[in-house]
């Protein structure tokens, strides 16, 4: 394989097509914007530009698409006005890709596996063959819809011929146009403006440009990538099955990473989750956007993390919740029906059951009961909880912030806590302690008369 031309030597922009309506989505929001492992489509798209060595995106949008430009910022949008057809999509990206690149690589926002290496292998056949243009080929199983590339004997790019205009010979072709090209940057827009509508569609084929491309003398060619690359998300069907695949990906590289996964089938990953070595995740776990697991983190089952980073040996779950924001140390722990946002556990620290725990740190080693609530919000604004380093707060504490708790403290269980409270004091409030001899039993007593007494009406 040849290798691809270093990045300061050779310019590359990137034009993402995403102006298709997507009508198949049934969807009002467009159709790039639907979101793989947590995140929009296209940008899973950007990231294998920006990994192949583009220096320049831009992504090419619908007029009332100003929801695409705020997802992809800071990647530039243009806007194309109408809906021509491929070729025309391009256009309004000339101002940007015009000028001082030497390829320009073309490419749909709604094919989202498409690989920086594969992309790397398209500028570098483009570079070192010469070629004005280079498409992305590959087999599918059923050929149908897509565009056929027509090979000259010797292997070069002829044309792009699209199904609906294929004479039958051409149809029999089983290598198909993917859609993503790698053009001569210093031609591209040349090209462009000489492309007509006279066809099948009346629309402006960008396919068209490998045939202009040869009247002008240039050669052109193809790379060829594997179909589960190129995958194009059309429908909620296709993105489920994009969805499949994304995690079967991250679960296996979770794996190789030395990470144990009980049921892999189970544990759905975002696009930037990381895990470490030794990891164990239990069945039934979902990571959300922005988390880190260190190495011997441990899972359990049924947990929901997202924001959050976790670190070496710190154990979550059962039925724990982590929410953004949330960082534990080294050997914390957070037990089960346990939500926490904001919030810093320090190494050791341990919130075994039944809490919420927001806006707050706690200390090192400090262990915090059943059923505590940090009260954070007043309906108006949020406010923080300190516990200090190796204090104890009893079960069923409400502590009302902003509070602080000191080092080595003691709450005792029940209690409202609304003032600060001292290093290695006892704080504790609660209602003081009543028991009237023999009175339960007299309360019975006097319910079975009352109850005797109403009873023989109801019968009648
Ligand atoms: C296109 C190719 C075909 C290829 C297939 C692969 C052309 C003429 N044909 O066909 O050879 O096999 O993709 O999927 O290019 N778009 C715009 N503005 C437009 C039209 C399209 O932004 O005016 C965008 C769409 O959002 C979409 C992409 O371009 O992301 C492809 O458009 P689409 O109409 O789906 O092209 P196909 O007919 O599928
Ligand atoms: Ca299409």
């Known amino acids: 394989m040849t290798t691809a031309p270093s990045a300061d030597s050779h310019r590359i922009a990137a034009i993402v097509l995403g102006a298709g309506k997507g009508n198949r989505m049934r969807s009002r929001l467009p159709k790039v914007l639907h979101r793989i492992g947590n995140r929009p489509m296209i940008l899973h798209t950007l990231e294998a530009v920006r990994a192949a060595g583009a220096q320049t995106s831009v992504v090419v949008v619908a007029p009332d698409m100003d929801s695409v430009a705020d997802a992809v910022a800071p990647t530039v949008t243009v806007v194309q006005h109408e809906q021509l057809g491929t070729a025309d999509a391009v256009k309004p990206a000339r101002e940007v890709a015009g000028c001082g690149f030497e390829t320009v690589l073309i490419l749909y926002g709604d094919t989202p596996f498409i690989s920086a290496e594969t992309l790397e292998a398209m500028v570098a056949l483009r570079a070192n063959g010469e070629h004005g243009v280079v498409a992305l080929g590959f087999r599918p199983k059923r050929p149908g819809a897509y565009g056929r590339l027509v090979l000259s004997e010797s292997g ?26 790698a053009v001569d940057g210093t031609i ?5 403006d000489q492309v007509g509508n006279e066809n099948a569609s009346g629309e402006y084929y960008l396919t068209d440009i490998v045939e202009i491309a040869c009247r002008q003398g240039r050669t052109c060619g193809v790379v060829e990538a594997d179909p589960d690359e190129l995958l194009g998300i059309n429908s909620r069907a296709e993105l489920a099955s994009a969805e499949q695949i994304f995690q079967q990906k991250k679960r296996s590289a979770a794996m190789e990473g030395g990470a144990t996964l009980v049921d892999p089938e189970t544990v759905w990953f975002s696009h930037d989750t ?41 154990v979550v779950g059962p039925f724990a919740r982590l929410r953004p924001a949330t960082s534990l140390q080294e050997g914390a722990r957070v037990g089960n029906f346990v939500e926490v ?10 919130v075994a059951h039944l809490a919420y725990i927001g806006d707050a740190e706690i200390g090192t080693e400090a262990n915090i009961g059943a059923g505590t609530i940090t009260c954070n919000y007043d309906g ?17 504490t409400a502590l009302v912030a902003p509070v602080t708790i000191g ?27 009543t028991a009237i001899p023999r009175a339960a039993a007299k309360f019975r007593d006097r319910k079975k008369a009352e109850k005797a007494k109403q009873a023989p009406e109801k019968k009648g």
């Open 407 to 433: 080092k080595g403290a003691i709450v005792g269980a029940g209690s409202t806590i609304a003032a600060d409270v001292a290093e290695d004091a006892l704080a504790l409030t609660r209602a003081e302690h």
């Open 156 to 181: 070069e790019l002829k044309a792009i011929v699209e199904a609906k205009d294929a004479t039958a010979a051409q149809s029999n072709i089983g290598l198909c146009n993917s859609g993503a090209m």
């Open 274 to 314: 990381v895990i470490g070595q030794d990891v164990i995740i239990e069945p039934q776990v979902i990571f959300g956007p922005g988390v880190a697991l260190a190495d011997n983190v441990e899972i359990k089952a049924f947990s929901h993390i997202e924001g959050a980073t976790v670190a070496n040996g710190a």
């Open 380 to 396: 108006f604004l949020k406010s923080r909880t300190i516990v200090g380093d190796g204090a104890f707060i009893g079960s069923n």
């Open 188 to 192: 591209l827009f040349e090209l462009i």
């Open 341 to 350: 946002k904001a919030a810093l556990l320090k190494s050791g620290a341990k």
